[in-house]
């Protein structure tokens, strides 16, 4: 036996996929501007903000940061 499917009940669901579907696109289109004008403040503990460095460099500023050792 084959069940019918009312008309009226595809309409609506065609209805509230469609209405699913422009609300979300309403939404990605109208958001918020980003506030931010610069990185977020550091806190204690992060680590600096990323710079475009050689490779080279990077060592040095690790090798830097590293504590030096009293050789014992």
């Known amino acids: 036996m084959k069940q019918q499917v009312k008309p009226g009940a595809v309409a609506g669901a065609i ?14 289109n109208n958001r918020p501007a980003s506030t931010a ?3 977020p403040p550091a ?3 992060m680590q600096a903000p990323v710079r475009n460095l050689s490779p080279d460099d ?7 940061q590293m504590p030096q050792g009293g050789g014992k």
């Open 15 to 28: 209805a509230g996929a469609l209405a699913v579907i422009g609300i979300v696109v309403y939404f990605i």
């Open 43 to 45: 806190l204690p503990g």
């Open 58 to 64: 990077t060592i040095k500023e690790h090798m830097k």
């Open 37 to 39: 004008s610069g990185p």
